[in-house]
C-alpha cells in the first residue's frame, strides 16, 4: 500500500519537497492556511504591465536546482535570460547613481572604488580570524575596512535578506566566504582561484519564466500523486506509534509521514507541547511596490541599485524589470520595483514614489501603474549564533518525531535555490526513514 505523506505549507519549499515525494511514488497532500499556493512567488500586474510580486530574477550559475526541476516540470522552453547589460549595478550615494564597476580596469578607475584599493590589497595579507562566528560587519571591517563594509556590503545583504550587517551572522549569510578565509588565508586569494577555475556560460546572468514564475508552481501541484488544500489551517500536529495525526477544525487526519514547510514562527502553534520560543527566529517585514509606465522607457541601462542604509534612506534598493527581461514589456514601457523596509502607509505611497523618481531616477513622468503589497515576515534573519540555534532545534525535534521532518528557508539558505536545494535532500530523508 503506498505511504501516504502530509505537506504543512505550500510556499516553494513544501511544493519542491511534495514533487520530489510524488516522483518517488509516494500520495503527498499539501495543506496551506491561505487561499493560494506559491508562498511568496506570486503574480502580479495587469493588463498592460507584467509583474510578479516575489523572487523573479535568478543567476543562471548559481541556479543549478531549480533548472532541473524547471526541466523536469518540461518549462525550459519558457526560460528567458537577461541581457548582458542587467550586469550593471548601481548604488545610490551622495544623492545620486553610482555605477559600480563591473571589470578590474573599471574598477580602478572608478572613483566609488579606487579609494579602497589599499585596503584590498592588506587584506591578503591579514591574518585569519578565530572566532566561532561573527557578524558580516565585524567579519568585512576586520578583513578590508569599516568603510568598504558600510558602503558595499551593507547594500548588498540588504538586497538579499533586508537584514542588517550589525546583526547578521556571516557564518550563516556568507557561509562561503568564511571558508575561503579558513582555506586560502585570503577572502581575495580564495575568490581569483574559484575564479581562475570557473566555467563561463554562454547563456544570459539571470534568467526567469516568460509568464511568471507562478507557472512553475501550479505545475507541481497538477502531479497525479499531489493534492493541495488551500484555505485549509492545521491546527495542531502529533505523533502517535508509526502515524502523524493532524488536527483541523475538530477533525484529525491520519498519515504515514509529515513534513513541515511553514516559516518557523508557526512551529509553536502546530506544536503546543514543545518549548520553543516562537520568536527565536526573526522575521523582516518589507513593502513592495509596482510601477508602470507607458512610452518610451526611461530608465538608463542596469539591473537597478540599492541603497547603503548609511543614506538614510527607506528604500532599500529599486529594480529595473524593464530592462532585464525585455520579452515581458507590452511595448514601450518602464517598469520597475521598489522594495521599501517595514511597512507604508496606502495615503503616503504615491508621495513617496513620486520623491524616489523624481530624486533618484530624474522621472517626471507619473506612473500609470501602482500597485504594492506588504510583506509581513518576508525574510528570516539569521542573526548571530543561528547556525548553533539551529542545531539546537533540529536535535530537540529528532529526539521526540521520528515521523515528522521539517525545511524551509529558515534553516540555511532563504535563495528559491537553496529551498530547492533543501527539497531534494528533505525527500530523500523522508523516504529514508520510510523504508527503515
Given at each position: 500500500m503506498?505511504?501516504?505523506?502530509?505537506?504543512?505549507?505550500?510556499?516553494?519549499?513544501?511544493?519542491?519537497?511534495?514533487?520530489?515525494?510524488?516522483?518517488?511514488?509516494?500520495?503527498?497532500?499539501?495543506?496551506?492556511?491561505?487561499?493560494?499556493?506559491?508562498?511568496?512567488?506570486?503574480?502580479?500586474?495587469?493588463?498592460?504591465?507584467?509583474?510578479?510580486?516575489?523572487?523573479r530574477s535568478f543567476s543562471t550559475s548559481r541556479s543549478s536546482d531549480l533548472l532541473s526541476l524547471i526541466n523536469e516540470l518540461n518549462l525550459s522552453a519558457d526560460?528567458?535570460?537577461?541581457?548582458?547589460?542587467?550586469?550593471?549595478?548601481?548604488?545610490?550615494?551622495?544623492?545620486?547613481?553610482q555605477k559600480l564597476p563591473n571589470s578590474i580596469l573599471s574598477f580602478l578607475f572608478s572613483s566609488l572604488t579606487r579609494k579602497h584599493i589599499f585596503s584590498l590589497v592588506k587584506e591578503l595579507f591579514k591574518p585569519k580570524g578565530n572566532l566561532i562566528d561573527e557578524t558580516i560587519f565585524s567579519f568585512f571591517k576586520r578583513?578590508?575596512?569599516?568603510?568598504?563594509?558600510?558602503?558595499?556590503?551593507?547594500?548588498?545583504?540588504?538586497?538579499?535578506?533586508?537584514?542588517?550587517?550589525?546583526?547578521?551572522?556571516?557564518?550563516?549569510?556568507?557561509?562561503?566566504?568564511?571558508?575561503?578565509?579558513?582555506?586560502?588565508?585570503?577572502?581575495?586569494?580564495?575568490?581569483?582561484?574559484?575564479?581562475?577555475?570557473?566555467?563561463?556560460?554562454n547563456l544570459g546572468p539571470l534568467f526567469t519564466l516568460n509568464s511568471g514564475m507562478s507557472q512553475l508552481i501550479y505545475k507541481i501541484a497538477e502531479h497525479e500523486n499531489i493534492q493541495t488544500f488551500v484555505s485549509t489551517q492545521i491546527e495542531k500536529i502529533t505523533q502517535s506509534h508509526n502515524k502523524v495525526m493532524l488536527y483541523k477544525s475538530n477533525k484529525a487526519l491520519e498519515y504515514d509521514f509529515a513534513v513541515v514547510a511553514t516559516p518557523f514562527n508557526a512551529l509553536k502553534q502546530l506544536f503546543p507541547e514543545i518549548r520553543l520560543e516562537a520568536d527565536s527566529i526573526p522575521y523582516n517585514n518589507l513593502t513592495i511596490v509596482n510601477v508602470g509606465m507607458s512610452g518610451q522607457n526611461h530608465l538608463i541601462k542596469g539591473f537597478g541599485y540599492l541603497v547603503p542604509r548609511m543614506e538614510k534612506e527607506r528604500l532599500l534598493g529599486v529594480i529595473f524589470d524593464s530592462n532585464i527581461f525585455k520579452k515581458q514589456n507590452r511595448g514601450e514601457q518602464t517598469r520597475l520595483t521598489l522594495i521599501i523596509e517595514g511597512s507604508l502607509l496606502k495615503n503616503n505611497l504615491n508621495n513617496f514614489i513620486e520623491d524616489i523618481l523624481i530624486r533618484h531616477l530624474k522621472i517626471s513622468k507619473c506612473p500609470d501603474y501602482i500597485s504594492s503589497l506588504e510583506c509581513k515576515?518576508?525574510?528570516?534573519?539569521?542573526?548571530?549564533?543561528?547556525?548553533?540555534?539551529?542545531l539546537t532545534i533540529k536535535k530537540y525535534f529528532k529526539k521526540r518525531f521520528s515521523k515528522i521532518v521539517f525545511t524551509g528557508n529558515y534553516l540555511e539558505n532563504v535563495s528559491v535555490n537553496g529551498c530547492i536545494t533543501k527539497s531534494i535532500q528533505t525527500a530523500n530523508k523522508v523516504e529514508i526513514k520510510i523504508k527503515l
Open positions: 503506498r505511504k501516504k505523506i502530509a505537506i504543512i505549507g505550500a510556499g516553494i519549499s513544501g511544493l519542491s519537497t511534495a514533487w520530489y515525494l510524488a516522483k518517488k511514488g509516494y500520495k503527498v497532500d499539501i495543506f496551506e492556511k491561505s487561499d493560494r499556493i506559491g508562498g511568496w512567488i506570486s503574480p502580479g500586474g495587469s493588463q498592460d504591465f507584467f509583474f510578479e510580486k516575489g523572487p526560460i528567458i535570460y537577461s541581457d548582458n547589460e542587467a550586469k550593471e549595478r548601481y548604488l545610490y550615494i551622495d544623492n545620486k547613481l578583513r578590508f575596512s569599516e568603510e568598504i563594509a558600510l558602503t558595499f556590503v551593507d547594500p548588498i545583504t540588504t538586497g538579499i535578506y533586508g537584514g542588517d550587517i550589525h546583526s547578521l551572522s556571516v557564518r550563516s549569510c556568507f557561509s562561503k566566504l568564511c571558508e575561503l578565509e579558513e582555506k586560502y588565508g585570503s577572502v581575495i586569494k580564495g575568490l581569483l582561484f574559484q575564479k581562475k577555475h570557473k566555467k563561463k556560460a515576515n518576508a525574510i528570516p534573519q539569521y542573526h548571530l549564533g543561528h547556525k548553533e540555534k539551529i
